[in-house]
Nanobody
Framework: QVQLVESGGGLVQAGGSLRLSCAAS????????MGWFRQAPGKEREFAAA????????AYADSVKGRFTISRDNAKNTVYLQMNSLKPADTAVYYC?????????????????WGQGAQVTVTS
């Protein structure tokens, strides 16, 4: 079992930055692929970013590439999402997720564990 708790959400103006953190419990965190997904009001949950267990490989949605950076600290059981140049379109609830697999995946149904979500609101 892995429990995930997100923090760092909030309200920011367009062009600003936020960093989300996701603290994980469980001894196997370092072996999991970790991902960030987001869900805007009235829309389906969508993939944002993912990072391999060792931090070597990452993947991003086209909509956030070049603005968002995913990273992890396995010693602290924590994964981060640095979000820069934020846009109103980035407004959503952001979810941290863990997948018990070696390779990256963008598919939500391959992530077994989810956090409760963190609200990010970007004003124009």
């Amino acid at each position: 079992q892995v429990q995930l708790v997100e923090s760092g959400g909030g309200l920011v103006q367009a062009g600003g930055s936020l960093r989300l953190s996701c603290a994980a419990s469980g001894q196997t965190f370092s072996t999991y692929t970790m991902g960030w997904f987001r869900q805007a009001p009235g829309k389906e949950r969508e993939f944002a970013a993912a990072i391999q267990w060792n931090g070597v490989s990452t993947a991003y949605a086209d909509s956030v590439k070049g603005r968002f950076t995913i990273s992890r600290d396995n010693a602290k059981n924590t994964v981060y999402l640095q979000m820069n140049s934020l846009k109103p379109a980035d407004t959503a609830v952001y979810y941290c997720a863990a997948a018990d697999r070696v390779w990256l995946t963008r598919r939500a149904n391959e992530y077994a564990y989810w956090g409760q979500g963190a609200q990010v609101t970007v004003t124009s």
